[in-house]
């Protein structure tokens, strides 16, 4: 018998939460069902809010230090759950996963160096580097037998090219949620290593994983993955604590951790914040129930979006994910280019979804659901989106 309820609809209005207030700004109208940023419409996991409001009832909320028992709950959590071993020292703290790869950015590369990203990917990554005047070098995903994988021949070639200073590796893959797999993760920091190029690794999602599948951290598969390497991790998204900013990173290489540390230290880029620290400790000591529980009703809606839009909506097809709560729809047998693909979203379904060319032009055909939220709403979302779809069909065909 599961101990946490994943069907309760929890009102987000006045919460400042981003996916409602921001619905006008972003998509022109507000009465859509937001199925976009990534956040879990979930109920945190009782024990974290527990932790917070027993350390916001103390009077006095002055300068604080991390214990050493966030720490270890960091490396306690990666052992357990990855079998990924860290020491204290390669640890810091960082505010915020962008924020990481913007400090890696600024700190191992210059102006007009090049980026590799691999699209279609989480839009920030393009942002963060063109942001800072960086020069994104592309080297698209491929699809082989209806499979998205990395063209890692492509990466020899731009790399040999471009001579890029870095990669900006999402492992797991966001939109598509792809777990790289262990060799492929090995080329990736051999041809990095050979070539004298940082990759910064994106593992957010990493604590995601769906259907019984492992997670593999940049940084546990080579020698040369450690000597490039700068990963990234959060438990934001793991357990829906992404307003508290509690994100870390990992560097293993000793010359490159040493310099770049000083440097976040310097400048107070990794000043851990009070409450981030003890929700964090809270949610990797006191989550894992609340996480696995998550992940079998994630993984459930999963399956009911697959059998759905099989069943009800044969123009739109779910790629899916390994990881993770965002699944990567298909609209391109409705046959539709990208803006009525939107229009049909927006002014018919009245759903918010991301658009798949957010994330590159290889997304064009594409939209991303997140079904991060209870059944129903996915269910009336999903119903939504048939007869929208039935209805622009229809008059397609009259
Ligand atoms: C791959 C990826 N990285 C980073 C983030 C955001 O992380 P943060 O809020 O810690 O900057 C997201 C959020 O959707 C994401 O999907």
Redo the contacts with the bound molecule.
């Keep these: 018998m599961n101990k946490y309820n994943f069907d309760n609809v929890i009102d987000r209005h006045g919460t400042s939460a981003i996916k409602i207030e921001h619905l006008d700004m972003v998509f022109g109208r507000h009465d859509l069902t937001p199925l976009w940023?990534?956040d879990l419409d979930f109920a945190v996991c009782p024990q974290i809010t527990e932790a917070l409001s027993q350390r916001l009832r103390h009077p006095v909320w002055g300068y604080s230090d991390a214990r050493d028992s966030y720490w270890q709950s960091i490396i306690d959590w990666q052992r357990r759950r990855h079998g990924f071993g860290i020491c204290r020292e390669e640890l810091s703290f960082i505010p915020?996963?962008?924020?990481g790869i913007a400090y890696a950015v600024n700190y191992f590369t210059r102006e007009g160096d090049g980026i590799v990203i691999q699209t279609p990917v989480?839009h920030?990554f393009r942002i963060v580097a063109e942001g800072n005047k960086r020069r994104v070098v592309e080297n698209p995903l491929k699809v082989v037998d209806g499979r998205y994988c990395m063209d890692l021949e492509g990466l020899e070639e731009v790399v040999r090219r471009e001579k890029p200073r870095m990669m900006i590796l999402?492992n797991p893959h966001?939109p598509i949620g792809i777990q790289w797999d262990a060799d492929t993760l090995r080329r990736v920091a051999s041809i990095a290593r050979e070539n004298n190029m940082v990759v910064v690794s994106?593992e957010?999602?990493g604590d995601l994983m769906l259907d019984g599948r492992k997670h593999i951290p940049f940084l546990s598969v080579s020698d040369d993955a450690r000597a490039v390497g700068v990963m990234l991790g959060?438990p934001?998204?793991t357990f829906n604590i992404?307003g508290l900013?509690s994100?870390w990173m990992v560097v293993k290489n000793p010359e490159m951790r040493k310099e770049f540390y000083g440097w976040l230290e310097a400048n107070e880029f990794n000043s851990p914040v009070l409450i981030s620290t003890i929700g964090a400790e809270a949610a990797y000591t006191k989550g894992e129930q609340w996480l696995d529980e998550m992940l079998e009703y994630v993984s459930a809606n999963i399956d009911f979006v697959e059998k759905y839009c099989n069943e009800h909506i044969p123009g739109v097809k779910m790629i899916r994910p390994d990881a993770s709560f965002l699944v990567w729809l298909d609209f391109r047998e409705l046959h539709m280019c990208q803006h009525d693909i939107m229009e049909l979203l927006l002014d018919k379904a009245h759903l918010a979804l991301n658009d798949g060319a957010m994330f590159g032009k290889q997304g064009e055909g594409f939209a991303r659901l997140n079904i991060g939220a209870p059944r129903c709403v996915i269910a009336n979302a999903l119903e939504s989106l048939r007869a929208a779809v039935e209805c622009t069909c229809k008059n397609v065909r009259n």
Excluded: M, Q
């Excluded at 915020?96 to 924020?99: D, E, N, P, Y």
């Design positions: 940023i990534a915020g996963v962008v924020k989480y920030p999402c966001n994106d957010i999602h959060a934001s998204k992404p900013v994100s």
